[in-house]
């Protein structure tokens, strides 16, 4: 009914950059609110970044002046652009939607080496 499909994790050094993106199909209602969250080796998951289709957003405090989210909503599609990386950032990072109901992805392995 909705998937979310993921894209753009991998291994990069630590200061580097990565850009997620995360493309939503299926029954999107006009108004919802995407996002981010993660979650690392013997951790919790965790929220990085949400923002709804009137572009309000909201960052965890570890993140930001890092990452940076955004969306195209004509294309279903939330980024998340991930500057200055660190190894604490090393993670799964899911992407989910919030409408009617709560959906997840499957989630992009982000390692940032030291």
Request: hydrophobic share 30%; aromatic share 10%.
């Amino acid at each position: 009914q909705v998937q979310l499909v993921e894209s753009g994790g991998g291994l990069v050094q630590a200061g580097g950059s990565l850009r997620l993106s995360c493309a939503a199909s299926g029954s999107i209602s006009s108004i919802n609110t995407m996002g981010w969250y993660r979650q690392g080796p013997g951790k919790q998951r965790e929220l990085v970044a949400t923002m709804d289709t009137g572009g309000n957003s909201n960052y965890a405090d570890s993140v930001k002046g890092r990452f940076t989210i955004s969306r195209d909503n004509a294309k279903n599609t939330v980024y998340l652009q991930m500057n200055s990386l660190k190894p604490e950032d090393t993670a799964v990072y899911y992407c989910k939607l919030w409408q009617f109901g709560e959906y997840w992805g499957q989630g992009t392995q982000v390692t940032v080496s030291s």
